[in-house]
């Protein structure tokens, strides 16, 4: 008979493989009906497949900038905090997953950014936000986007597809002209702004992950470190003017 | 007018239930046969028009309903453009002549932005840039006192008129009207309840006619995927609300202006100003706008809207008795007769009068230069003194007009005022710009050379250089 | 949209003699319904914002703040004294999206932390986008104020944060409408008391919080940024903290009206200030202008101060000379009546 742990081993690889297939399910749809094929996966598969080709933590506005014409998805704001609130329970409950979504941490106290999404089977150091990680982040997203839109083909999606990449090359500082897609120019505009801070992000990074990771526990590593108590007047009985 | 006559006024205004008169004249011209008409409707904080009505006086007027306003397409925009290069064409061929009625100063406000937005516009059709043109020009016509160009209706009644309401509901076009509408028996409640739906160049949004979010929310659905038949209602309704929005900003302008005319003040003593008007008119769309961004041409045209305001004021005191009047009270006219003239050859210089009046407040000075009201005599103030009788008298030197045997003989009542300085330094600030002055355009002041200094304070130093 | 944070203190700072006004700002809940509890009838009028508003204002924020803060970033450098690429942004609505009070509480503490962080020396960033902060009233109803400017500005001058707010009405040749510049000014003043409070709670009173704040318009076309202009909050800053005090005296009498029953219930047995301004933005306007009504102030602020808020009636008694004059002012008041009403030919009713 198998030990306990031997069953939930096999269990994490049977979820695995389960969402590889669907995957590959959607991707022979798609290709097989010729049409549009509307992606009904589970919001966490999507989000963690679109986090595994991008290779770089998401903003959450940009997943849901590119949701719209990549799968017709329209996720709103609060659709992200209930998925956060869904994956930490599922973490804390007694079925695991073989990978997360998780939240990046901040690099001195490890609480979580909740806009910033990244997947639990990444090192920990590319999961940390230092003080300039923020626009490294912003670049790169920037960048797989606009890669994006340059391998997409034709059709209304795709068209919104290369908005969506104009507006990011835009922020970025790029030259966008209406109508105008130079997708090889503006990559190389943004990669050279990424050079020029990723060096020097990745060593904070580097050391603030060999230091959280001594400090806090797997879930605080996934989920950010609680936060401290912070003194509002008047929830205190014994609150008074002096003590704000 | 003081604070205490403004609110004495409305005391009154309030107790006759109807608005006062407070001029006797009217600071605007008589309408020519071609004055126009423009209302508009904006989007708020976009500053945006989302719709125009324009025509003729006297006419229904065209409407325009902006579907996408924000857009790149501004075609819809043409028919407004071409009729007001037309307008701005019969001026030129009569020297200037040229009258806009508009609903308030909110209209001139999008009309100046829409102008911003096209008249260097490389993207707009020529139409378009140079209807862009003109309202930079209009504009910028209408901020000079006395301007005989852009007739405002709602600050055309409020500089002619007081009403018994506080002066910030003044600031409502259609409240004010209930005080000049005979027809109202209380003002003070209609003008209360017309003042719910704005009269601002805005469409309506109260809970109960949510017009604005309604556009809003038809503009957002007809962006979507709609079938033909869908989009073509959504955007009939946007039409038929806009339409309605800037129908109701033109008769707002229409009854104001009825209002004004109805006052019945005579358009006297405006020939100076419509000339200016006029002049500056025609120069700016003969020769284009050009902002002022340099410091010398800064200084010039603060110095034209200064003497623009000079010669307002001085011809609506030559004009207008009761606001001559208030003047007196204040001090900035003189009313009294001469005492005296000393003139050692009749009709030449030099000559001198001394005017006695019993008026115990006078704000002239010596060496102002003064004009006598209704004569083509001016001169210079040379002595302020009490008058034996209690009054005061004032000595002046006639620079002009020493032939005037009427005016200047003794006995003589007359009224005195400060003469409108007309003269702008052209010729001084451009100069100045020719030698680089580094008051205007460096940064670093000149060492002062070593010397002896003047003693005295520089009060007694300018007094020991005026002419004895 | 009820009465709360920098709105309120604003409002107050405009009009701290109405103590009506304190009880809508104690009161939970929307302004309007303040109106319908108190009046007993719908509010009718326009209130709140426009959606085009709002979508103008959402527009110009996401444009400022999208790229890390690149257009903030270049519109900032010189006050911040780097080059836009080599100045650091923290978002907190990254950390922590939303605007529930759990939300406030969350960026309260990491504004509170970034803040002790710059103090320190420590890397901390020079563009902060939607702090929050935090007036403190004294124990009581509406015990705080959440005050979230847009961003905090780590000026080089000061080697301090000072608060900013991007407003995206139109501003052409650099010229705001006074109105529109005096309210937003008294925005920017509550927002400075606010970072004064935060800096004490993290240096215990040793940092000395300059009176300057910075507003950031949009251009008409793209809504982009325009160069910031830097304002003098003395005045500001000075007019809100009166306006707190006034609310606490408000307050406490209230309070003590009030009994445990809600705020609103006590309305007919406070006393309003109605002004002028009132009429352009309260809802209660019209139902405090009662308190004047027949009186000289109901004709505008500058009639109430010159005569003294008497009865109309007495003035129109002075005008026919069925009123006796009490004092050598009325004299004079009923003389210069008498003389515009012949200039008008205005006679008895």
Same mark, same amino acid.
């Given at each position: 008979m198998m030990e306990i742990h031997e069953l939930r081993q096999e269990e994490k690889e049977l979820e695995r493989r389960l969402a590889e297939v669907r995957s590959q399910l959607s991707a022979k749809h798609q290709a097989a009906s010729g049409a549009r094929f509307i992606e009904r996966r589970p919001l966490r598969e999507l989000i963690l497949d679109t986090l595994g080709e991008a290779r770089t933590p998401l903003n959450s506005l940009l997943i849901a900038s590119v949701f719209k014409p990549l799968y017709e998805r329209d996720v709103p704001a609060t659709r992200f905090g209930t998925l956060s609130a869904d994956e930490q329970r599922s973490f804390d409950s007694s079925r695991p997953r073989p990978v997360y979504l998780c939240h990046c941490l901040t690099h /001195?106290?490890?609480?979580?950014?909740?806009?910033f999404w990244a997947r639990s /089977?990444?090192?920990?150091e590319d999961r940390i936000i230092g003080p300039m990680t923020g626009r490294v982040l912003f670049l790169k997203g920037a960048e797989w986007v606009i890669q994006l839109a340059s391998a997409a083909g034709e059709g209304a999606d795709a068209d919104r597809l290369r908005f969506v990449a104009a507006d990011q090359a835009r922020d970025a500082g790029c030259q966008v002209q209406r109508g105008n897609f130079p997708f090889r120019d503006w990559i190389t505009h943004i990669q050279a702004q990424i050079t020029r801070y990723s060096e020097s992000d990745r060593a904070v990074r580097v050391q603030a992950g060999s230091e959280l990771a001594t400090r806090l526990g797997e879930r605080a590593l996934l989920f950010g470190a609680p936060g401290e108590l912070t003194s509002i007047p008047?929830?205190?009985?014994?609150?008074t003017a002096k003590s704000s | 007018m003081s604070n205490m006559q403004d609110t004495l006024t409305r005391v009154l205004a309030r107790h006759a239930g109807r608005a006062l008169p407070i001029?006797?004249?009217?600071s605007l011209s008589a309408d020519p046969s071609s004055a126009i008409g423009i209302a508009t409707i904006k989007i708020v904080t976009e500053e945006q028009i989302q719709a125009i009505a324009f025509g003729s006086l006297g006419r229904a007027p065209n409407l325009i309903a902006r579907l996408?306003?924000?857009?790149?397409?501004?075609?819809?925009l043409l028919p407004f453009a071409r009729f007001l290069i037309e307008a701005i064409e019969h001026a030129l061929e009569h020297e200037g002549e040229l009258r806009i009625w508009v609903p308030h100063g909110e209209t001139m406000a999008a009309l100046d932005v829409l102008g911003h937005r096209y008249w260097?516009?490389?993207?707009?059709?020529p139409e378009i840039v140079r209807m862009g043109e003109i309202c930079r020009i209009l504009a910028h016509e209408a901020i000079?006192?006395?301007?005989?160009?852009?007739?405002d209706s709602a600050q055309l009644l409020r500089d002619h008129a007081i009403t018994g309401q506080t002066p910030i509901e003044d600031g409502h076009p259609d409240a004010m009207l209930a005080w000049f509408d005979?027809?109202?028996?209380d003002p003070v409640t209609e003008a209360r309840q017309r003042s719910?739906?704005?009269?601002?160049g805005i469409l309506v949004n109260t809970p109960d006619r949510r017009d604005d979010d309604r556009i809003e929310k038809l503009r957002k659905e007809a962006k979507g995927g709609l079938t033909a038949g869908r989009l073509s209602a959504v955007q009939g309704e946007i039409r038929r609300v806009l339409s309605a929005g800037v129908q109701r900003e033109w008769d707002l302008m229409v009854a104001a202006r009825a209002a004004f005319w109805g006052l019945g003040l005579p358009t006297t003593g405006l020939d100076t100003l419509i000339d200016l008007s006029r002049k500056r008119l025609s120069a700016a769309l003969m020769q284009g706008h050009f902002p002022a961004r340099r410091a010398d041409r800064v200084a010039i045209e603060l110095d034209e809207l200064d003497s623009a305001q000079r010669v307002t004021e001085q011809s609506m005191l030559e004009a207008d008795g009761a606001a001559r009047l208030r003047a007196k009270r204040a001090g900035a006219v003189i009313a009294g007769h001469v005492l005296a003239r000393n003139q050692p050859?009749?009709?030449?210089?030099?000559c001198s009068i001394d005017v006695e009046t019993d008026?115990?407040?006078?704000?002239t000075r010596r060496d102002d230069k003064v004009v006598v009201v209704g004569t083509n005599v001016s001169g210079v103030v040379r002595d302020i003194a009490v008058a034996p009788s209690g009054g005061i008298r004032v000595r002046i030197e006639i620079m002009?007009?020493?032939?005037s045997t009427a005016t200047l003989d003794a006995g003589t009542r007359i009224e005195i005022m400060e003469q409108a300085g007309?003269?702008?330094?052209t010729r001084e600030f451009s100069q100045a710009a020719a030698r680089g002055v580094w008051m205007f355009f460096g940064d670093t002041p000149p060492a002062l050379a070593p010397g002896t200094w003047r003693r005295g304070s520089p009060l007694a130093i300018a007094r020991r250089s005026r002419r004895p | 949209m009820s009465l709360k944070g920098a709105t309120a203190l604003v409002r107050l700072a405009q009009n701290p003699r109405c103590e009506v006004l304190g009880a809508m700002v104690m009161q939970e809940g929307p302004e309007t319904r303040f109106f319908e509890r108190v009046?007993?009838?719908?509010?009718d009028r326009e209130y709140g914002e426009r959606q085009s508003s709002k979508r103008r204002g959402t527009q110009f924020e996401r444009n400022a703040y999208a790229g890390d803060a690149r257009l903030l970033r270049e519109a900032l450098a010189p006050m911040v004294g780097l080059q836009p690429d080599d100045i650091r942004v923290r978002n907190l609505l990254d950390d922590y999206p939303g605007t529930k009070d759990d939300a406030r509480v969350a960026r309260l503490r990491i504004t509170r932390r970034l803040l002790a962080d710059s103090l320190a020396g420590?890397?901390?960033?020079?563009l902060i986008i939607q702090p929050q902060l935090l007036v403190p009233t004294k124990p009581?109803?509406?015990?705080y104020f959440f005050i979230a400017p847009d961003v905090l500005v780590w000026m080089q001058q000061f080697g301090l944060y000072v608060p900013a707010d991007l407003k995206s009405f139109v501003v052409r040749e650099n010229e705001v409408s006074r109105a529109d510049l005096a309210r937003v000014r008294l925005q920017l003043g509550a927002q400075s008391l606010a970072l004064m409070h935060e800096y004490d709670h993290v240096s215990g009173g040793k940092t000395v919080v300059p009176a300057t704040g910075l507003l950031i318009f949009s251009h008409p076309n793209g809504l982009r940024p325009h160069a910031p202009r830097t304002e003098d909050l003395r005045g500001a800053r000075e007019a809100v903290r009166l306006g707190i005090e006034a609310f606490l005296r408000h307050r406490r009498r209230i309070d003590g009206l009030r009994a445990g029953a809600?705020?609103?219930?006590?309305t007919t047995d406070l006393v309003p200030h109605f002004e002028e301004a009132c009429l352009a933005q309260c809802v209660m306007s019209e139902w405090c202008r009662s308190s004047v009504?027949?009186?000289?102030r109901d004709l505008g602020d500058s009639a109430g101060q010159l005569l003294g808020n008497i009865e109309l009636a007495r003035v129109t008694g002075l005008l026919l000379g069925t009123t006796m004059a009490a004092s050598d002012a009325e004299q004079a008041i009923a003389a210069e009546l008498q003389r515009i009403a012949n200039e008008y030919g205005v006679r008895a009713a």
């Open positions: /001195d106290r490890g609480q979580a950014m909740k806009r /089977d990444w090192p920990l008047g929830t205190s009985k014994r609150w | 001029r006797s004249t009217s996408d306003p924000i857009g790149r397409d501004v075609t819809d260097r516009n490389q993207n707009a059709s000079f006192a006395g301007q005989q160009v852009i007739a005979r027809a109202v028996t719910r739906f704005p009269a601002s050859k009749r009709g030449r210089h030099p008026q115990t407040v006078v704000r002009n007009g020493v032939r007309a003269y702008v330094r | 009046v007993g009838t719908p509010y420590r890397a901390a960033p020079h009581g109803p509406r015990p809600e705020p609103y219930t006590v009504a027949g009186r000289t």
